[in-house]
């Protein structure tokens, strides 16, 4: 089990964020946990209009054309990677968080420090704990509202669950609570430049 201190969250926010979203079968795997914790334990799910992922940056708000252009530039010749999970992982502090520990192999941390840069420049108010030096990739399960004793029922419950995942890593997407559909405001795939926006109205390619 991982402990870290969580110094990232904060009640005001409404955040962004550059993310990689999980294939369909963890995408179905971690919606089902998050049904199974707000079932069991009454914890509600980690963003008003959840997506399961994992974050390479957040930030209060981005220069779009310019995201647009980095993230095309980045996976126009980019191949997809796998990526492994093992345990279950909390950020400790006054709003724990409870997630699944991605580890940091040389082609992730590669891609996260081939992107980094780049959007730094495009973001506003930028959270400080995704730069490549500090970043700790997971995939959230539960945040901001779980108290002591819940937590220690949650791993008690999940002691014997297997989170060693294989998850290929095949796209880098925009995301935010108010983004488009699903939260997912940009979607671009690994070899493919252009992105697919991703509107309340429904679903288009452009580039």
Known sequence: MHLIENQEFSQAQNLKAIVSL??????LRVQHLWD??????????VFRTPVPHFSYQVAEDYDID???????EAVRDQPPFSISTSGLGIFTGSH???YVPVIRTAA?????????PALAQSATNLRPYY??????????????????????EILQYFSRRDFTWEIVVDNVALICDTCGKEGIALRFDFGNETYTHLSEQGVYDDG
């Not at 992730?108 to 980094?116: G, K, Q």
């Not at 970043?135 to 819940?150: G, K, R, V």
């Open 22 to 27: 999980l294939d369909e079968e963890h995408n």
């Open 36 to 45: 199974e914790l707000e079932e069991r334990f009454e914890v509600e799910g």
């Open 66 to 72: 310019r995201v647009k252009r980095v993230l095309g």
């Open 96 to 98: 724990p968080t409870l």
């Open 108 to 116: 992730l941390s590669a891609f996260h420090e081939r992107i980094y």
């Open 131 to 152: 730069t490549p030096l500090y970043w700790a990739p997971h995939i959230t399960l539960a945040m901001a509202n779980i108290a002591p004793q819940t937590i220690a």
